[in-house]
């Protein structure tokens, strides 16, 4: 599974998109995904290339304000515009005017600034406004905007006809009454859609919806561009992207065999690629390679390891989780119990234990207080039962429960055990992964640079979760950059976005293991197939820390559920054999070369010390094999494409490692 993944990830990356593959632009074009500006700070540049690609150098601000402030006119002219002014046009009337029209063309530079933009389509559709504004760009001119502004700049508009839509709207039901798109309006840049302030407002899910509604009503794939607040995108007539701010700036499209389709209501895409592009990179639109970012991210491995059966669920609230709570009843053996683990508060899970007894399943708390860290009691109990959930649990509190008591000990071992069954309800969710945002409720926390990441209970071993996706009563920053920003921190191939009432069930059966989501909202897959990455650098705030937002490239994203299950290949026992932290294995996936090399914060072996190092089949045919000091390197660029099995073994201690290797040609 995991190599078709790749596969189709490299691939994806290697096709022109038909939307602007050998075009170029009459004109230049500035987005802005909102926020304020900042005089001597990330706006500068951005809006000062405005002013240099107007060859005349006058910029004309358009608003549909009673009465705007002039700062920003003045703005422009620091920046080096030759003459700026606001132009005011809250009605048809204007917007029609002969004198609207004559003073307008004079300018060689369009600015629409924030506010509402059914205001901008509504009023200025049809009218010399829309001309004028066609012209100067046609003839080269620039056409710019944030937040409002910047939705009515792409071919596709979200024009917010009856008001703004939420992104878990969009995945719900892709055709709700708020989803008004239009193609009829400024087709500024083709086969494209913007939209702004995705990282604060999570509308990562909202570009998604417009993409899966244009290319199921209309029968085109478009673009999507998302941009942060507090961060540009400008875009030159040879469709070369500068990106500049604070922020990202993504491109969300369908890749190598995508397809859309509703269930229910809800909307399913089977393979969407996506990129995030940061400060300083350079965007090539005919190709949307991304350049400049100045790290990596790698994986360790691909496929993911889980030995119990594992139940998460989205959201805090008790009514979004009744049909989880039904299907876990159902999984508890004969007249067993469910055990509640939860933290000092009891209030939440005396509620699902009163919730649990209304549906006929017999539960009792087990609260992780230092009174409960060695009562053999509660060992009996915990041995005497087979499913166990997670309720409203602190994770300093929670990981001392396991670490220092009897109790606490036997559960992690359960959470190897097959046949146990543990569920997470709401925010535990998140430390069933192997890595977690312990704070990701904590305002600004990732505005501020300051997401706490830190080792999750690691049933899943390559994977993150992040419940409450687009609960705006959290911080929804902190879930839509921190599920990225993990997955690139700590090389992680897999993560989850989960909101309202989703739940996953996961289970290992066949040498797979697969993840069954149902609700009413589709779960969000996200894959790291390993690519060129880095991080946010550009501080909000002087003397603050960058935002936690990471850059990769070719990404993919998927939604889904209990129609199209995610199966990823079970490599439990295959990646975790002998010591996983000896060696580093690199590149991988790989096409010519494979260099392996002791990892000298683990191991230190003598130089002399000789290892065997093999290269199987998955079916355990052996096709090359030597023994060699190290570091060393195996040539295997004669070999097919496929998935090997790489084997490291210390001639002298026996100790040995085994890894997954996808080759790929």
């Known amino acids: 599974m995991s190599k078709l993944l790749i596969i189709k990830a490299v691939v994806a990356m290697m096709l022109c998109p038909v939307w602007v593959c050998g075009q170029s632009l009459p004109g230049n074009i500035m987005v802005v995904g909102g ?128 008001g703004t839509v939420y992104p878990e709207e969009a995945l719900e039901d892709p055709f709700n009454n708020y989803m008004t798109l239009t193609n009829d309006f400024l087709p500024f840049f083709p086969a494209t859609i913007f939209d702004s302030h995705v990282a604060e407002r999570g509308r990562f899910g ?3 919806g417009f993409l899966g509604n244009w290319s199921l009503a209309e029968q085109q794939e478009i673009l999507g561009i998302g941009v942060d607040d507090k961060t540009a995108l400008c875009i030159d007539t040879s469709g070369t992207g500068y990106v500049y701010g604070t922020g990202a700036v993504g491109l969300y499209h369908a890749g190598v065999g995508n397809t859309f389709s509703i269930s229910g209501s809800k909307l399913l895409a089977s393979n969407l690629e996506v990129s995030q592009a940061l400060n300083s990179c350079i965007i090539d639109f005919s190709t949307l390679n991304i350049n400049g970012l100045q790290g990596s991210t790698q994986p360790a491995f691909y496929g993911e390891s889980l030995s119990c059966n594992l139940m998460l669920s989205a959201s805090d609230a008790l009514s979004d989780n009744e049909e989880f709570l039904l299907r876990l009843k159902s999984l508890v053996p004969g007249n ?22 209304q549906i006929g399943a017999a539960s009792a708390i087990l609260s992780t207080t230092p009174d409960n860290y060695d009562d053999p009691l ?62 990701y409720k904590e305002a600004y926390a990732s505005y501020d640079g300051e997401l706490d990441i830190r080792e999750g209970l690691g049933l899943l ?23 990225p920003y993990i997955l690139v921190k700590e090389n992680l191939a ?93 590149p991988v996936p790989t096409a010519d070369d494979i260099s392996i090399a002791p990892d000298v914060i683990w191991v230190k072996p003598s130089p002399s010390a000789l290892f065997r190092v093999s290269l199987s089949g998955i079916g355990g045919d052996v096709i090359c094999e030597k023994t060699t000091t190290l570091p060393t390197t195996l040539h295997i660029g004669h070999f097919p494409s496929g998935t090997f099995i ?15 290797i996808v080759i790929i040609h």
């Open 35 to 162: 926020g304020s500006e900042d005089a001597g700070g990330w706006s500068d540049t951005p809006y000062r290339w405005v002013t240099q690609m107007a060859q005349n150098g006058k910029v004309a601000c358009i608003t549909t304000d009673e009465a705007p402030t002039q700062w920003l006119p003045q703005y422009f002219m620091s920046l080096g515009a030759s003459w700026s002014r606001n132009f005011v046009i809250r009605n048809s009337q204007t917007a029609n005017a002969q004198e609207t029209y004559d003073s307008l063309i004079t300018y060689d530079a369009l600015f629409f600034k924030g506010g509402d933009q059914w205001d901008y389509y509504h009023i200025y559709k049809g009218t010399v406004v829309e001309q004028a504004s066609m012209e100067i760009f046609n003839r080269g001119g620039v056409v710019s905007g944030t937040s409002a502004g910047l939705q009515i700049l792409g071919e596709v508009d979200f024009i917010a006809m009856n």
């Open 461 to 483: 071993k390559n994977s993150a979760i992040m419940p409450n996706t687009f609960n705006e009563d959290l911080n929804v920053e902190n879930t839509a950059t921190g599920l």
């Open 494 to 586: 897999y993560g989850f976005w989960m909101h309202g009432n989703a739940w996953m069930e996961i289970s290992a059966s066949n040498g797979q293991i697969s993840f069954k989501a149902r609700g009413s909202c589709p779960v969000i897959f996200l894959e790291n197939p390993g690519s060129p990455a880095g991080f946010a650098d550009l501080p909000v705030s002087s003397g603050g820390l960058p935002r936690n937002i990471a850059g990769f490239t070719g990404f993919r994203m998927q939604l889904f559920d209990e129609t199209n299950d995610i199966m990823l290949e079970d490599v439990t026992g295959i990646h975790e054999e002998g010591n996983v932290l000896g060696f580093r294995v690199f």
């Open 336 to 357: 067993e119990e469910i055990i509640i683990i939860t933290g000092y508060s009891l209030s939440t899970a005396q509620a699902v234990q009163n919730h649990l007894t």
């Open 206 to 208: 909202r570009i998604t």
């Open 646 to 660: 790489l084997s490291i073994e210390n001639t002298k201690t026996g100790t040995h490692y085994h890894k997954k």
């Open 378 to 439: 509660w060992l009996q109990r915990l041995q005497s039962n087979d499913v166990y959930l997670f309720v409203d649990n602190e994770y300093e509190v929670l990981n001392d429960f396991l670490e220092y008591g009897s109790n606490g000990q036997y559960l992690k071992a359960a959470m190897a055990e097959a046949g146990k069954t543990f569920a997470f309800m709401g925010s535990d969710s998140r430390f069933a992964g192997k890595y977690c945002a312990v704070n």
